[in-house]
């Protein structure tokens, strides 16, 4: 009685996770992964993701931070370099007209 | 236009910087120490996303500086064809780009922080839409006026881009009650609102894009003030047969 009872569990076990993996509700690594690089959006809501190892959480905030910081200082100081090129080359037109103005001079 | 003469144009003085602009450029740089400071020592890490909740300091700030520089832009326009006075064209220049620069920033800084929050870099959502749409119109205003030296029918043509692209700031701001959207609503009295020791932060990161923003408008409406005079001897020159060169 109780080998049958054995054998009945473990071919419930065995179909249960069967039946699970057949329609895809546990999906292995690799495949996981690559639907959450497809779309990250469609991935979370139809797989649930185990944290794996130390790290919680995968999106680092202190490095999108850094970035967003260092990003929009790149921006600024780009546009003061242009600044100062543009004002350069003010400087170049007014030298060049003044030279051509003398070299013109009666 | 009175035409420098040859006899005295190495003698013209170049233009004197007013003392008020380094005052300026230096109190902005003081403001946005002071605002490093606070956002990164004193207000606290946000409990649901942490650190990047402090891109909002620097996000929120820049879009209001968008909104200045696209609005002087859309006056400048204004003024330009009715008064068809240079003066109001570089106005119109300086805000297309200053409003432009800071669109740079909050569509860099937004995706940022929405990698983190939403677990994406973009969501086709009404004010980000409408905020990329409008950075369209601006940007195509830049590139009319990147072609060399514009005439007439190009400053009128940028005007009214400049005139089209205003009302699209309403729809930035309004999108979010209108059509909802997810974007965060904590400033518009429809969400909890800010902790209170995050508000000197922000309000000092508000008035470092104040400062930066009325300075670099000043600096570059300076520049193509210089730019339009040195255009008008040179065109001045040419008619009076002196100057073929330049």
Redesign the interface.
Known sequence: MKRWLLALSLFACVGAFGAVGANGAVGSASAQDAAAEED??AS?AATFRAVSGPQAER?P??L??V???G??WV??LG?LWR?GR??AQ?ER??S???K??????P | MAL????S??S?PAPRVSPLWHALAAITVALFLVSFYLVFEVAPVEEQ????Q??FY??VP?AYGMYVGWTLSAVGGLLFLWKRSDRWDALSVAGA?VGT?FA??VL??GP??G??A???YWAWDPRITSTLLTAMIYGSFLALRSFGAAGQAEKRFAAALAIVGFPLLFLIKYSVQRWSGQHPVVLTGQGGGIHPDMVPALICFFLAVTG?AIW?LW??IR?ER??QE?LA??LE?ARRG?????
Do not use: F
């Open positions: 990250p959006q979370r999106v905030g202190g999108l931070t970035i967003a910081y990003g929009a921006l600024v546009y600044l543009m004002h003010n037109e007014l060049a007209l003044k051509s103005l003398e070299s013109n001079a | 420098t003469t040859p006899s144009a190495p013209t996303m942490g650190l990047v402090k891109i620097v996000h820049s780009e620069l740079a920033i860099l800084t940022l922080w990698r983190k939403w677990g994406v930066l670099l600096t570059r520049i210089h730019r040195i001897i040179e020159a002196l100057g073929g060169e330049s």
